[in-house]
């Protein structure tokens, strides 16, 4: 008995100590959490590498480091989403602003004695009209590209005859590229070939990229052709034109984004014609691809189901 109490001692100091140690040891890993937590908070880390707890944390140590990257790519993206919008506004302000300068000036200048003058009159009241149109097409434009970007674009996807949908497209092009001496040619591709998509989106994807084609050619030819394997048709828009330099490639599909600023004015476009291209091919679970050299011509091209 009397040697009992002397050990009951020894155990509830040892007791008392070690509880005093692991309370000691605790209170600095809880320190250390509120640390890294709070350096977390302030942006102060860098990396999640620099979040270290120790082995016995390490469970905890991972779930914190998970929590920093999520939070840290969550951040970044917000700060490119801001970016984007601000650069987006950036250009619609400046693409609306051209057009509607350009009408009040020749309103006004009409209005300061031009109409009563037969010499300009009528082509300043053509060239506000070539400016309005210009201004409709942009409204239109980014109506569409809102409403893809947002989810509420509808698509009706059918199988459809290809030759009966695109020689149709290629035919109310043809006298865009006669007015610049250009062949415009769809190569009938294999009889009751059927791909699986949306008729008009596709027909608006096939107007810009024409279009855009017979733009940027000024001498030879730009076609249309189809081919195809097993499983999927390939649709095939070819030029002869001026062609995109190779750094410029990635680009291209960026909206309000212009190669050549100087010839695209030139040209006309709204800068958002490749932007609407490539969302609607993506809606189709396809990939708008392109192939350019400069001086030789480009060539874009998406695949559709069978």
Request: proline fraction near 2%; charge should be neutral.
């Amino acid at each position: 008995m009397t040697i009992l109490i002397p050990l009951v001692i020894i155990i509830l100091i040892l007791s008392v100590i070690y509880f005093h140690h692991v309370g000691k040891k605790r209170n600095i890993e809880i320190d250390k959490i509120k640390n890294i937590i709070g350096g977390i908070r302030r942006n102060e880390l860098h990396d999640s590498s620099e979040i270290k707890l120790g082995k016995y944390l390490q469970n905890l140590e991972d779930e914190i480091k998970e929590m920093f990257i999520k939070n840290k790519t969550d951040i970044e993206y917000l700060k490119k989403l801001e970016r984007i919008r601000t650069e987006f506004l950036g250009n619609v302000s400046h693409e609306l602003r051209n057009p509607i300068f350009a009408i009040q000036g020749y309103i006004e200048t009409l209005r300061d004695g031009a109409i009563d003058d037969p010499k300009v009159n009528k082509h300043f009241l053509e060239k506000a009209t070539d400016h309005t149109i210009n201004l409709s097409n942009l409204l239109n434009d980014l109506i569409d590209i809102s409403m893809i970007e947002s989810g509420e674009m509808r698509l009706s996807y059918r199988y459809f005859e290809v030759n009966d949908f695109l020689q149709p497209i290629v035919n109310q092009l043809k006298s865009l590229a006669d007015e610049k001496h250009l062949e415009l040619t769809y190569h009938t591709c294999r009889p009751n070939l059927k791909l699986f998509g949306d008729k008009n989106k596709l027909k608006q994807a096939l107007d810009n990229l024409i279009t855009n084609a017979i733009k940027y050619t000024e001498t030879g030819k730009v076609e249309v052709l189809v081919e195809e394997d097993k499983k999927f048709g390939k649709i095939i828009v070819r030029d002869t034109g001026i062609g995109i330099p190779e750094e410029y490639l990635s680009r291209i599909f960026e909206r309000f984004y212009r190669v050549d600023k100087a010839r695209s004015r030139e040209v006309g476009g709204t800068g958002l014609g490749l932007a609407i291209v490539k969302h609607i091919i993506e809606a189709h679970g396809s990939k708008i691809s392109v192939k350019s050299r400069v001086g030789e011509g480009s060539e874009f091209s998406f695949t559709l189901k069978k």
